[in-house]
């Protein structure tokens, strides 16, 4: 008999660390599979959502009184009915949920969830022989919020495995690119970076058959699984994103993919919680154009101030692009926008004025579209080919795409939100028709400065929004203080826990003739 019990208090527990291990494993993935990311959420997440756990502190102290005051068998049909109702009650809420980036059950994640079930039957299983039967139905509860835990000795156990079977697959990568006849770019960048690669790609494409990494795929293994998958001895370009968050993540890429010719969108306080300082962000982002062979090309937005004020340590020759700087290579001027797009001509050194044509919207898809000429001219490819390719570029998935849903027009900029690339939303708001909406859960990444940026990004909604929807009780409260010490009208100001609480203000309130931004998307680690 005291066997069978045994049994039912592990079942009792597996089942109750089941959908508390798929949330940790989830929200390990979403902080990049990064212990100290991973840790700093969970810090976060237990400080602001104490009260979503008060059904487990309650089941535990009744526990406890019914081991106390009763006996085995009572704390036994205690476990089992607590134990009913908070899986009911957890099954009911997981079908409910609709996570913005469910979990990728990748063979990473396969590897991480063996492991773990490994782990619990070796804590566990000594436990379930050994201990009383009072002590076990506490453990239940331990285990059940023990799963968040668990992360940290399955981390440190799959580390090694990963960057051995990381290492074995970059070599094989490495063996490919080194084969493969293709010119190499690299784009960097704190921001513009996707937006630059795909209008590049377009337009070097009207030439040249190329290929970039898709998506965000700028990690060492997102590189590895594109030239594995996808580069062939056919290519005559490779156009290679290359994101960075940590010191030493550029030199590690160039030194992977040694690109030919270099692209530096943009330096700003991007992922300053894991660079430390603005000036690591900088001497980072520029080991791209430093570790360029002396063949190669470096293709420089004089724009950015940290850019232009760089004291670079090599000599490879450089083409400087611009929007505001006289005196960079590539000029956009004469810039008009319209709700259909924006025209613009090239001023060359040399005095020439080319006009050209594009769809997309914001200074800073013009600013792209000047490093993606100046790689053009690089490579050969005639004026009159690029004014046909500007012409042609179509709108880059979530950043400042304008779209129809439902009869509404939206201005989809939903991808990582960034202090310049959220200004620059808000100025094509600005200029749209009808009541101006924003729907909006802040920015992210911003270290000691978030809270700072946030509410000078709620200041400037000011004469740029009429409405403004924020997506999260906690995260947005410095927007929400930048939109009051700006003046703005708190009746038309909405704040929510959820998208879908935003969509529905918006389709009760707006109408077809109003534009609404969609500014940044954060995953649910950080939705709060």
């Keep these: 008999m005291t066997t069978l019990l045994r049994c039912v208090v592990a079942v009792c527990a597996a089942a109750l660390s089941v959908l508390p291990t798929k949330h940790a494993l989830h929200m390990f993935q979403q902080n990049r599979y990064e212990l100290q990311r991973y840790t700093d959420w969970l810090k976060n997440?237990?400080?602001?959502?104490?009260?979503?756990?008060?059904?487990?502190?309650?089941?535990?102290?009744?526990?406890?009184?019914?081991?106390?005051?009763?006996?085995?068998?009572?704390?036994?049909?205690?476990?089992?009915?607590?134990?009913?109702?908070?899986?009911s009650v957890s099954i009911q809420n997981e079908k409910k949920k609709q996570s913005i980036k469910p979990l990728n059950l990748t063979w990473r994640v396969r590897r991480q969830l063996a492991v773990i079930v490994i782990l619990d039957v070796i804590l566990y299983l000594p436990l379930i022989i050994w201990l009383p039967l009072e002590v076990m139905t506490v453990m239940v509860m331990i285990a059940h919020a023990g799963a968040w835990l668990m992360i940290y000795p399955m981390a440190l156990i799959t580390e090694p495995i990963e960057n051995k079977i990381k290492d074995k697959f970059m070599n094989m990568a490495k063996e490919l690119l080194r084969s493969c006849p293709a010119k190499i770019v690299g784009i960097t960048g704190s921001f513009g970076k996707t937006s630059s690669k795909n209008i590049l790609q377009e337009i070097l494409s009207e030439k040249y058959y190329s290929l970039m990494t898709p998506a965000s795929f700028n990690t060492p293994m997102g590189i590895t699984i594109?030239?594995?998958?996808?580069?062939?001895?056919?290519?005559?370009?490779?156009?290679?994103?290359?994101?960075?968050?940590?010191?030493?993540?550029i030199q590690q890429l160039s030194d992977f993919v040694r690109p030919e010719i270099g692209i530096v969108t943009s330096i700003g306080p991007q992922h300053l919680n894991t660079f430390g300082s603005l000036q690591?962000?900088?001497?980072?982002?520029?080991?791209?154009?430093?570790?360029?062979?002396?063949?190669?090309?470096?293709?420089?937005?004089?724009?950015?101030?940290?850019?232009?004020?760089?004291?670079?340590?090599?000599?490879?020759?450089?083409?400087?692009?611009?929007?505001?700087?006289?005196?960079?290579?590539?000029r956009a001027v004469n810039i008009e926008y319209s709700s259909t797009g924006s025209t613009f001509d090239l001023l060359q050194k040399d005095g020439t004025l080319t006009p050209f044509k594009t769809k997309l919207l914001g200074v800073h898809n013009i600013a792209n579209i000047l490093a993606a000429i100046a790689v053009g001219l690089e490579m050969g490819i005639s004026m009159e080919?690029?004014?046909r390719a500007v012409g042609k570029v179509n709108y880059v998935e979530h950043r400042l795409e304008v779209k129809k849903i439902n009869g509404y027009t939206f201005i989809d900029d939903a991808f990582n939100s960034n202090p310049v690339g959220s200004s620059m939303a808000l100025e094509v708001l600005k200029m749209m028709p009808g009541r101006r909406w924003i729907v909006t859960p802040g920015m992210i990444d911003l270290g000691e400065k978030q809270a700072e940026l946030n509410k000078q990004f709620g200041m400037k909604m000011q004469g740029r929004a009429d409405e403004v929807i924020l997506v999260g009780i906690n995260q947005t409260?410095?927007?929400?203080?930048?939109?009051?010490?700006?003046?703005?009208?708190?009746?038309?100001?909405?704040?929510?826990?959820?998208?879908?609480?935003?969509?529905?203000?918006?389709?009760?309130?707006?109408?077809?003739?109003?534009?609404?931004?969609?500014?940044?998307?954060?995953?649910?680690?950080?939705?709060?």
């Excluded at 020759?317 to 929007?323: E, L, M, S």
Aim: glycine content about 4%.
């Design 45 to 87: 997440r237990i400080s602001t959502s104490i009260f979503k756990y008060v059904k487990e502190f309650f089941a535990l102290l009744v526990l406890l009184i019914a081991i106390v005051i009763y006996n085995v068998w009572v704390s036994l049909a205690v476990l089992l009915v607590l134990g009913f109702l908070i899986l």
């Design 280 to 330: 690591n962000i900088i001497d980072e982002k520029m080991k791209l154009i430093e570790n360029l062979p002396p063949h190669g090309v470096g293709i420089l937005n004089l724009d950015n101030e940290y850019i232009r004020t760089y004291q670079m340590k090599n000599t490879v020759r450089t083409v400087t692009y611009a929007i505001e700087q006289e005196n960079a290579d590539l």
């Design 226 to 249: 594109t030239v594995r998958e996808h580069l062939k001895p056919i290519h005559e370009v490779f156009i290679c994103e290359m994101g960075a968050d940590h010191v030493g993540d």
């Design 477 to 528: 409260k410095p927007i929400l203080a930048g939109l009051k010490e700006a003046g703005f009208d708190q009746n038309h100001v909405h704040v929510v826990k959820t998208v879908k609480e935003a969509f529905a203000i918006v389709y009760q309130n707006a109408s077809v003739q109003d534009t609404i931004l969609l500014e940044n998307d954060l995953p649910d680690a950080f939705n709060q």
């Design 385 to 387: 080919q690029l004014q």
